[in-house]
């Protein structure tokens, strides 16, 4: 036994020995197999149903920028914008979102109405957390409406949206906090916070939902110096979560109805909710005033979509290290100064937005998967033709031609002589449904066998009715497993 | 006149010292408006079809790569990869082809055998030259076979989507010209070519498509050293191009019949041959002695398909200015030792493959929409629901709501009182197929008027039945258009 140990050591080390290289992806980043492909395809499908039940267009942009373009977009967090190596040329960064490339576009076509979704990658040097699913290159679905509207209007219809497709992805119950960056700044200022310090407070408040009330606290206090009366008041109001009868009563305030802002941003939320509730959605939205939301960009109503079967407990542990709460799934709000940041007049073009948080998504159904062991499908192969005996390879390739020209998903073994055994095997594994058996008998008599693979039952086909007959068949089962 | 020339003059000069940096996007790289998405996502469904159809599955790899995968892989093109700063971390470079991250992926996975397909971005730091659809950012379409099978039987398939795909999307004539890797070196060697000089005067064979004979033998007597005499018995072989008569009489020719590769080459391209026959794309395919291609991976059978109605006329100016000669819209072939460079004990995984050259399809597809006029329609909406009277837009919402909830694509303004007429003009512009127009007579009768937009007839319909048919009417519109 210890020589068998020792010849197993050697074993590894002759193995690293001739490894020239490391075989890895590089770090934060992964590859996805056909069975994660597989779930990604059903998650992009829905998302894109959605927008596309909505009158969408969808665009698309390049996967880096000029370096200059993304600049001074993110604050704080442009140090973690890759960029490429000056090779001779223009300066440029991978892409950080599709919210800064999609501003850039409006302003250089300029365009004053558009209603679109991109679904692509970005990029952050972030530190990687890949179990939880946040990785250095991953998707975002972007939705957004730019144009000049009436007010709520496009905002409401991006929380419609939302509530779709967390509804159709099946994911449990669900809430869509709601904001307004109005009344966050009329607060603060109604609890005496220096306008100089509402980003940063702003930026404190941003982390409730993972971190305790006393340690926010304590950042307003210690770190950022603010008045801990203040910060006392501050407490009281974002404790607070509810509908139009917190609205009303928030109205009512004495401090906060001084604040132009804090009633104009309650007014607008008042408007907002009623047409969720003609949207039908009411249920599914909760204004909540501690939802803050970190980006410089927003304007006006903000939101974030939580999942209730994974809400968080807050944690001092846990401080600013997740971007999104744990259960959240979508985010957004209204930014409607972003355009004339590209603009050489600054005219700008109001724009309100969603982005799905796509990769929360996979991570939660193939867990799902995973959990169930039932095992998706990669293929969407219909038939596969068997050959009962050796040699007839040439069959099979101008039977499965005839399939394919009459568009039948269909595949055959690339070994000349595959033994039977291993073709039905393949057929289970692939949960393919049928079967078409050719021997030297069904070859005589110009007819196929038709087996259905999981029934294991079998027919005989005339060869020239086989192609309508596989089609009906799989007509039936189709009908049969709705 | 003067004057007003000033005054232009003057208002560039000011609207240039706003301007605080360039609005575009990085050379060779360009965004795709919805229109173009509208082309794009049309040809992929066709490639995509055509590849579950014949029962792959897809995998994804991340945007960049460690820059050791890359290293060594592509000879000279080497100089053209794009590499990221060095921001502290690993050494990372952009993909510049799907083939590499696809043999990486089988070596750090231990995958035997897959078929699947990927359909990504990849990038070059190439001298752009987008009118001709070449760009620094650019879509390759690959499809795959890797593992141990019987010659020729996973080669002719790759053929055979080719053809499919080619069909499909309707670009006219076209014929995949083959070769063979082993019939070009035992030419060579037949010819007195050097065996170190194999790889150069295949690169200058690979010319023809757009370079004179005369040229191309200045290039391999003047530039790469080879004596006359083998250039000229070169220029006898790569004149010729046929189908099985012609590899029967190469069979029999003097000097290639001493050479084992060309004989192996030669024997298994009457087979790739005699396979195409049975899938039923003979006369699609022709074997071609000039034909090359430049990559160093290829081991066995290579491929080309190249479009008729754009076939190249040589030229020496064109020499070397294109990877793809004009008209080629899909080339690939077999690389058998490419996934043995990844393995620690150097273990290959036999692979063929294919690429479809999608950006030249863009071109050629959204050049056809221009010169017809038509204009493809970039959203799918099916019913636009129109106010006629002002500050009816609550009504619409319902109305709207209750149509995404039952899945029909629906659209309405986002603003409170949109005029009647700016609505219709809507729908006719974007081509959408019914509206929906709600006015004070319709809400208290209850109903609603659907019209059908192009044939402007309008009837009533109970608004407890608008659903149902909206349905059916648009079912019977579909009919109709087929």
Redesign the interface.
Known sequence: QEVAKLLELKAQIG?DG??K???????G??????QQ?AI??GVFDTIISCF???????????????K??LTGKYGEDSKLI??????G??I?S?RYDLTVPFA??L???KIQN?K?YHIA?V?R?DNPAMTKGRFR?FYQCDFD?A?L??PM??D??CL?IVA?ILQELNLGEFVIKVNHRKILDGMFGACGVPEEKFRSICSAVDKLDKTFWDDVRTEMVDEKGLEPSSADLIGTYVKQSGGTELIDMLLQDERLSKSKDAKEGLEQMKLLLR?CE???IKDKVLFDLSLARGLDYYTGVIYEAILKGFTNTPSAAGAGEEQLGVGSVAGGGRYDNLVGM?D???KNVPCVGVSIGVERVFSIIEAKYQASQIKSR????EVYVVSAQKNL??DR??L??EL??A?????HS???SPKPLTQFQYCEDMQIPLAIIIGESELQNNVVTMRNVSSREEKEVPRDKMVEEIKKTLRDLQTQSK
């Open positions: 193995d001739a490894k290289f490391v075989l890895k992806t590089p770090k980043t992964r590859d996805y197999s056909p492909m990604r395809e596309k039940r909505h009158g969408a267009e969808t665009i698309d942009t390049p996967v880096f920028e000029l200059e373009t890759y960029d490429l190596k000056d090779q040329g223009e440029l991978l850039r576009y302003a250089m076509n558009i679109r990658k990029y040097r290159e409406i144009g509207y009436d209007l496009p409401a219809e419609k779709e047409y003609l949207y039908g590209f050489a007049k600054g990669t293929t969407q192969t390879h040439e390739m101008k499965c031609a394919w020209d568009n039948i998903k269909a595949e690339c070994k000349k």
